[in-house]
Nanobody, 122 residues
Framework: QVQLVESGGGLVQAGGSLGLSCAAS????????MGWYRQAPGKQRELVAF???????NYADSVKGRFTISRDNAKNTVYLQMNSLKPEDSAVYYC????????????????WGRGTQVTVSS
């Protein structure tokens, strides 16, 4: 069981910056990747950025060069620094954590935060 709590969402003007954080608690020892998804009204949830424990990252093409994901393992916290924000970045951003399966035949565990609203005005 993992609990994820996001913070840092809010309203920002286009071109501005915003930083999100996600603090993990509970059974965090086996988490091997954390990242961010977002979902705008009427649209599917999409991957924004992900960071594996080994340091590899994955970004959506739409945010490459503008967003940066990082993690502080000591604090069990993952961050998303969002720069040069655009109105199309507006969405609810969800923190996600993943753990490998404990047993054969069981899928990986996924944990989700409550979401934090990011609104970018023009």
């Amino acid at each position: 069981q993992v609990q994820l709590v996001e913070s840092g969402g809010g309203l920002v003007q286009a071109g501005g910056s915003l930083g999100l954080s996600c603090a993990a608690s509970g059974s965090i020892a086996r988490i091997n990747a954390m990242g961010w998804y977002r979902q705008a009204p009427g649209k599917q949830r999409e991957l924004v950025a992900f960071l594996a424990n080994g340091g590899s990252t994955n970004y959506a093409d739409s945010v490459k060069g503008r967003f940066t994901i990082s993690r502080d393992n000591a604090k069990n916290t993952v961050y998303l620094q969002m720069n040069s924000l655009k109105p199309e970045d507006s969405a609810v951003y969800y923190c996600n954590a993943r753990s490998p399966p404990l047993y054969v035949g069981v899928g990986p565990s996924n944990y989700w935060g409550r979401g934090t609203q990011v609104t970018v005005s023009s």
